[in-house]
C-alpha cells in the first residue's frame, strides 16, 4: 500500500516565474513509480512527467522537471517559466506492483498574469 | 484519434436508478481501470482489469460493477443510485508491460439527484 502527501492546497506564481510544487510519498515496495499529473478546469487528466523509483537522474520534461530524493520520499515538481496555460490542479502519484495509482489531494495552481 | 473515451461525459440521474458509464481505449492496452474523483477533487482506484483478472477494491460497495466485453472496453454498472454516488468518474489504461504509465479518459460527471 501506498500513501502520497501533498501539503500545499493551492499555490500561486507569477507568469515567467518558477514555483516549486511538493510532495511526500510512503511505499513498502521496492520497485515503483512517481508521476505528476496535471488536471486543468476541462477535467482531463494529463501525465506531466513520470520518474522510475530505480533512475537516480531526475526526469525533466521541457519546462517540467522533478526533484527526487528517494531517502527522504520526496517528490518536488518545478515548474519553469510558468505560463496561463500552467493554471490546474495538479495532482502526485504513486504506482506499485499492482499497477493501481495512489493519489495525493492535489494543488490548485493559479498563474499570475 | 482519441486513446481513451468514456460516454456519457455527464449523467444526471435520481436516487434508486441503475446505470451504466461506457470506456473504451484504442491504444491495444492490457489493463484497464476506474477511478473516483468526489467533490474535493480526491481521486481514488477503485477497480483494475487485466483481461484475465479483476481486482477490486475492498471500499467499493457492490452496488458497483464492473464489466469488460473484451480487452479493449471496460464499462462500469452501478446499481441503486445514492446521493453519495455523486462524483466524476473516470477510465484509464496502461500497457501491463509498459512503466506504469497510465492514459485516462475525460471523465464522466455522475450527479444523484
Known amino acids: 500500500a501506498q500513501t502520497v502527501t501533498q501539503s500545499q492546497p493551492e499555490m500561486s506564481v507569477q507568469e515567467a516565474e518558477t514555483v516549486t510544487l511538493s510532495c511526500t510519498y510512503d511505499?513498502?515496495?521496492?520497485?515503483?513509480?512517481l508521476f505528476w499529473y496535471k488536471q486543468p478546469p476541462s477535467r482531463q487528466m494529463i501525465l506531466v512527467i513520470r520518474q522510475e523509483a530505480y533512475k537516480q537522474q531526475n526526469a525533466t520534461e521541457n519546462r517540467f522537471s522533478v526533484n527526487f530524493q528517494k531517502a527522504a520520499k520526496s517528490f518536488s515538481l518545478k515548474i519553469s517559466d510558468s505560463q496561463l496555460g500552467d493554471a490546474a490542479m495538479y495532482f502526485c502519484?504513486?504506482?506499485?506492483?499492482?499497477?493501481?495509482?495512489?493519489f495525493g489531494s492535489g494543488t490548485q495552481l493559479t498563474v499570475l498574469p | 484519434d482519441t486513446a481513451v473515451s468514456q460516454t456519457p461525459k455527464y449523467l444526471v440521474t435520481q436516487m434508486g436508478n441503475d446505470k451504466s458509464i461506457k470506456c473504451e481505449q484504442n491504444?491495444?492496452?492490457?489493463?484497464m481501470y476506474w477511478y473516483k474523483q468526489d467533490s474535493k477533487k480526491f481521486l481514488k482506484i477503485m477497480f483494475s482489469?487485466?483481461?484475465?483478472?479483476?481486482?477490486i477494491n475492498e471500499t467499493v460497495p457492490n452496488r458497483f460493477s464492473p464489466k469488460s466485453p473484451d480487452k479493449a472496453h471496460l464499462n462500469l454498472h452501478i446499481n441503486s443510485l445514492e446521493l453519495g454516488d455523486s462524483a466524476v468518474y473516470f477510465c484509464?489504461?496502461?500497457?501491463?508491460?509498459?512503466?506504469?504509465?497510465?492514459?485516462f479518459g475525460p471523465g464522466t460527471r455522475l450527479t444523484v439527484t
Open positions: 482489469y487485466n483481461n484475465k483478472e479483476l481486482i
Open positions: 484509464a489504461s496502461s500497457q501491463t508491460t509498459d512503466s506504469y504509465e497510465q492514459y
Open positions: 491504444l491495444g492496452h492490457d489493463t
Open positions: 511505499t513498502s515496495e521496492s520497485d515503483y513509480y
Open positions: 502519484a504513486c504506482s506499485g506492483s499492482a499497477r493501481q495509482l495512489t
